[in-house]
């Protein structure tokens, strides 16, 4: 098991970006984070009015994006990645 540190920086940019997109789709399925609401918010009317909801990521990081990067890093920093064979079992 490795923590983000141990991560070499190409797996770190991909730990990142991997929270990046999951973030990404969560704001679209409706979850809020209060921090960047009103622009979510703004991101999916302007999706929905231009009828292109593919477009609500790039929207997303154009309007948010320090944050989201931000947000993401720090969940990347906080995990853990196991190695090829190991077994890692959540319990919540």
Request: charged share 30%.
């Amino acid at each position: 098991m490795k923590t983000f540190l141990e991560l070499p920086e190409e797996q770190k940019q991909l730990a990142i970006e991997m929270q990046l997109n999951e973030t990404i789709a969560l704001c679209h399925q409706g979850v809020v984070f209060s921090d960047i609401e009103e622009a979510t918010l703004e991101v999916m009317g302007k999706c929905e009015e231009m009828e292109s909801p593919w477009r609500f990521g790039e929207f997303l990081r154009k309007e948010v994006g320090d944050w989201l990067w931000e947000y993401a890093r720090n969940n990347a920093s906080r995990a853990f990645y196991p190695e090829p064979g190991e077994i890692v079992i959540r319990l919540f």
